[in-house]
């Protein structure tokens, strides 16, 4: 008889299925998992503060250029490639189940050829819609559209009168690249956007994590953090654009090494072997965070902030009729 969990899922983005996810596929194969309102373990994500009202077994997960507060969690899953005893493991966000057919897609491309090429009649797309990232990408943005244009569709930048992409992949493999750059730069953070174009058969255009190359096939995209000014990236991509054989070459490479798909197949096993470990002990010896003394004065502390921030934000009527009630 498998043992009983009950578990909650707070503070993901919007559209989290907590009934369908990697972390559910993986605990149903030892355990019955119940969701629950009063459960022995939360896993909870960076899009709010819920996970502060349950006392129980916590759990962080992130995808966001943020690291874990092991002061608040008792395990965290995140993309940086620290250690911690056994409260952290790396997992990076492009293994979600959201993006698992992107993954694939990747993994097992086919190879192209000249004709193909013909296929692809369109230069290279930008896909983005916040405005707030790191302003690297849209300079590398504006500096490769003085080339040629790189349509852009997402809701920032857009030259293309067409917000209203509803399939990525689709739009993208009519494209020989695509910039694929993160919000921001640190080691290990590794998003789904180099993992889609090259599941769309493109180029990517990458900027982000410094030692992307460490996960991915460096003859197989063009990194930036290779490049010392944005003429030389260009240089690269007009050398590409203009050579087909050179062409081939780069998009024809496999997105990992033979060694480093050992490394993804390793980071897939360790992620089982990380939850199990939380949820094979019993629930009070899984505690990990001090919960008392300094612990608790801690957690104190971060919910008045919370609330003391929430009360700014908040109109100043609403504030003078919160005090007379």
Not at 88 to 98: A, E, S, T, V
Not at 105 to 112: I, Q, R
Not at 180 to 185: D, F, V, Y
Not at 242 to 268: A, R, S
Request: aromatic share 16%; proline share 3%; net charge positive.
């Amino acid at each position: 008889m498998k043992k009983i969990v009950k578990i909650k899922f707070v503070d993901f983005w919007k559209g989290f299925n907590e009934e369908k996810n990697i972390f559910i596929n993986i605990l149903n194969t030892k355990y019955e998992i119940l969701i629950s309102d009063n459960p022995d373990y939360i896993i909870y994500s960076c899009f709010g503060n819920k996970h502060l009202k349950y006392n129980c077994i916590r759990i962080f997960y992130t995808g966001e250029n943020i690291q874990p507060d092991f002061n608040i969690c008792d395990y965290a899953i995140g993309y940086s490639y620290i250690k911690f005893e056994d409260r952290y493991i790396r997992f990076p966000l492009y293994l979600l189940n959201m993006y698992r057919e992107d993954y694939y897609k990747a993994l097992n491309k086919d190879n192209l050829n000249l004709s193909d090429i013909e296929f692809k009649n369109k230069f290279c797309n930008f896909i983005y819609s916040n405005s707030n990232a790191n302003p690297f990408r849209d300079k590398l943005f504006k500096a490769i559209n003085k080339y040629k244009k790189v349509d852009s569709g997402g809701k920032h930048l857009n030259n293309i009168n067409n917000t209203n992409i509803s399939n990525k992949y689709k739009f993208q493999k009519h494209y020989k690249f695509s910039i694929a750059c993160e919000n921001s730069t640190t080691i290990g953070y590794t998003t789904e956007k180099i993992v889609q174009a090259f599941a769309a058969k493109t180029i990517p255009i990458y900027w982000g994590d410094p030692n992307i190359s460490k996960e991915f096939n460096s003859k197989a995209f063009i990194n930036c953090h290779d490049y010392s000014s944005f003429d030389q990236v260009l240089d690269k991509i007009k050398l590409l654009d203009n050579n087909d054989d050179l062409y081939l070459q780069m998009i024809n490479e496999p997105v990992f090494t033979e060694n480093q798909l050992k490394n993804q197949n390793n980071i897939e096993n360790n992620i089982e072997k990380f939850l199990y470990n939380i949820f094979n002990q019993p629930v009070k010896k899984a505690f990990r965070r001090e919960r008392f003394c300094k612990g608790k004065r801690y957690t104190d502390i971060l919910k008045k902030q919370i609330l003391a921030y929430k009360l700014l934000k908040m109109p100043l009527k609403i504030i003078t009729k919160l005090f007379k009630d």
